[in-house]
């Protein structure tokens, strides 16, 4: 197979738009499969976890693949949820086209507006299909208004539908005029005339798409104006490279439960669809990749699996050269790989792989060296992909195993899950000696946990993590620290004064040594500086850790026989005890910079709820029809903000969180940690 005659289609859209269902019937309609899969029925080829199986969505991507005409369409099928985004960007960095599937009855949906934007990062060209024209309250002409008024003037359709709701019986081809009947359930559509009620669309349709073709280029625009319509090659070949450009977006339709238009959209695959070669170079973080066949071996990967029986799965994309079975390949930066183990997925059935050629996509079993992100290359090439930006975690969860035997394994698996979802995050706190996992909401946690629990035999405890509260002081105090003891023979004899005093805030512990006259022997000194850091570690307030505190060791005592280390160390805790209650301590709390991105008539709601959370709004830009809230909020305030901005905007908002800076938290809501402190003590 000859790059030209691949196409690599990534299905991308809002949760519950089609995209599955569209995928199964393209299979079945191209003789792929011999019946077509059911999301809602468990049948589905491409949905085949068991956890999408329960909830009848997807939840990762999938890949399978047809042929038709002689091409090969490799379509990778993608989740639409918020919380998996993640595998929705991998795919468009594999792909050659994103092909928005939009609902003809709900219209454009806040998961298209955030994977268009995705896709223009990205680069890559852009075509929609609405679906669902066959349900009641459907709508094309209402879509397509909305995605002229989301995504501007580019949106062309080349597609328009014949009937409507239940009573959709085809589609007609704008540029040709010609019209496709699926009677009786047919999966081929039969041409025939189109009727009288459709011509009125057919036409405004094709004027738009004339429209958009020949703002593409000035010598057409001075044609048409002078009367002369471009040809249809000249419309097929610009809105081709109206797509490549970003010029055009065309829009086509297609039912995924029917299957009237999925044959078309097949036909459209072939004829509009970029092949490997015409699709914009990847950015690189080294050298320079060219898309070439005969070049240097060049791959991506861009999905990594684990199969309980197979083991480590790596999904790639070819951009240059070719991958032989058993090739020996340097994964950039970090070893060999050997691709002994190469197969072509068709959802989770596999098929062996001799060669994977240029623009092709596949996967290798069982290579360690391989992570999500890596590329593949000839051994000794400076080429280097740059990763996908995914997005960055914004709800953490604190886990425990239910067994404490299980500890091992929960780490293992939680390493398996980070290679498999780059949008998972693990950290170990020394600060609350909490495992945290993190990802991009409650549903995507959920379902991580589901899976380590199904693979790993797991079972794991969850709760809110502990906030890493601080204490600090406020004044200043001078005290003795004194340690005695005496029970025969040698005793343990240590005295330090010591001054404490507040320090800016982010500035740390400083301990200040200004003994003289050997008062306390040098080699004891460091002592009562181990002994105060130790008791600040502890607390004085409500057990966190004390910062921000200079300490002046200024004066002691020693005993010739009776000192040592241990005592000048007892001496140092006993000074910070005796000098606590002159300290004026008070309680911190992690503050949290909250960036917002939600629709404009959203605002108000966001910037009373950051108020209600004893935030403050520090600005707000505009950023197309979307306004920009930067905030400074408490991290106690915040925790299940994903869960929060959900309700409010109905999913259509995005945010970001990072720690900024610590803020003594107010009298009230500190009397409530530290109350909640003495609880835990007891």
């Not at 995209?19 to 059911?38: D, H, I, N, P």
């Not at 960095?93 to 994103?98: E, I, N």
């Not at 939009?102 to 454009?108: F, L």
């Not at 899976?451 to 406020?474: A, F, H, M, N, Q």
Request: charged share 25%.
């Amino acid at each position: 197979m000859v790059p030209e005659k691949i196409r690599n289609v990534a299905l991308v859209g809002h949760g519950g738009s089609g995209k599955t269902t569209l995928a199964e019937a393209l299979l079945f309609v191209a003789g792929a499969t011999t019946r077509q899969g059911s999301v809602d029925q468990g049948t589905s080829i491409l949905d085949f976890e068991p956890e999408e199986t329960e909830r009848k969505i997807s939840l990762g991507l999938a890949l399978a693949s047809f042929e038709w005409k002689g091409h090969k369409i490799n379509l990778i099928d993608t989740p639409g949820y918020a919380d998996f985004s993640g595998d929705a960007r991998a795919a468009m960095r594999a792909a050659d086209l994103a092909l928005f599937v939009v609902s003809g009855v709900d219209g454009v949906e806040v998961g298209t507006e955030l994977l268009w934007r995705a896709a223009e990062e990205e680069g890559i060209p852009r075509a929609l299909v609405v679906t669902k024209l066959d349900r009641e309250r459907s709508s094309f002409e209402r879509t397509l208004g909305q995605l002229r008024e989301t995504f501007g003037k580019q949106i062309a359709p080349i597609q328009v539908p014949v009937g409507s709701e239940r009573e959709l019986r085809g589609v007609a081809r704008v540029v040709s005029g010609r019209v496709f009947f699926y009677e009786d359930g047919a999966r081929r559509g039969v041409e025939g005339e189109a009727p009288a009620d459709t011509l009125p669309l057919i036409e405004s349709s094709h004027t738009a798409l004339v429209e958009s073709v020949v703002e593409t280029d000035d010598d057409l625009m001075m044609a048409y104006f002078e009367g002369e319509e471009p040809s249809r090659d000249v419309i097929v070949g610009t809105v081709h490279q109206g797509m490549l450009a970003g010029d055009i977006f065309p829009v086509l339709v297609a039912s995924g439960e029917t299957g009237v238009g999925v044959d078309i959209l097949a036909e459209f695959l072939v004829e509009f669809a970029p092949n490997p070669l015409e699709r914009p170079v990847p950015p690189t973080d080294e050298g320079e990749l060219v898309l070439s066949p005969d070049g240097e071996t060049v791959a991506y990967v861009f999905k990594t699996l684990s199969d309980p029986f197979v083991g480590k799965i790596s999904m790639f994309r070819v951009y240059s050269g070719s991958v032989p079975h058993d090739a020996q390949l340097e994964v950039a930066g970090d070893g060999q790989a050997r691709m002994h183990n190469l197969f072509y997925l068709q959802g989770k059935d596999h098929t062996d792989a001799k060669e994977v050629v240029c623009g092709d996509i596949a996967a290798v079993a069982k290579v360690e060296a391989v992570s999500t992100g890596a590329t593949l290359r000839t051994p000794g090439s400076s080429v280097r992909l740059s990763p996908v930006a995914f997005p960055r975690p914004v709800m953490e969860l604190a886990i425990s195993p239910k067994s404490a035997q299980d500890e091992e394994k929960l780490t293992q698996a939680l390493a398996r899950a980070m290679e498999e979802d780059p949008t998972l995050h693990v950290e170990r706190r020394p600060d609350t000696g909490e495992t945290i996992l993190a990802g991009l909401g409650d549903l995507h946690l959920d379902v991580t946990l589901a899976r380590i629990s199904r693979k790993y035999g797991v079972e794991v405890d969850t709760s809110l993590p502990k906030i890493p509260y601080r204490e600090t002081i406020t004044a200043t105090a001078s005290a003795e620290g004194k340690h005695k003891k005496q029970s025969g023979g040698r005793g343990q004899f240590g005295v330090a004064f010591v001054k404490f005093s507040p320090r800016p805030r982010g500035s740390g512990y400083e301990f200040i040594d200004s003994i003289k006259g050997g008062a306390i022997p040098r080699q004891y000194i460091p002592a009562v500086d181990k002994g105060i850091q130790e008791a600040f570690e502890r607390g004085i307030l409500a057990g966190y850790p004390v910062v921000d505190v200079a300490a002046e060791v200024y004066d002691g005592k020693y005993h010739s026989v009776d000192s040592d280390e241990l005592s000048f160390r007892m001496a140092g805790i006993q000074a910070v005890r005796a000098a606590a209650p002159n300290l004026k301590p008070v309680l911190l709390e992690p503050i949290m910079k909250l960036t917002v991105r939600v629709p404009e008539e959203y605002t108000g709601d966001i910037m009373g709820d950051i108020n209600s959370k004893r935030g403050r709004v520090l600005g707000m830009d505009t950023d197309g029809s979307f306004r920009v809230i930067t905030a400074e909020v408490p991290m106690a305030e915040v925790q299940r903000y994903a869960v929060d901005l959900r309700s409010i905007t109905s999913g259509r908002g995005t945010f970001e969180l990072e720690f900024d800076h610590y803020a003594e938290v107010p009298h009230q809501e500190a009397q409530k940690v530290i109350a909640a402190a003495g609880d835990d003590g007891d």
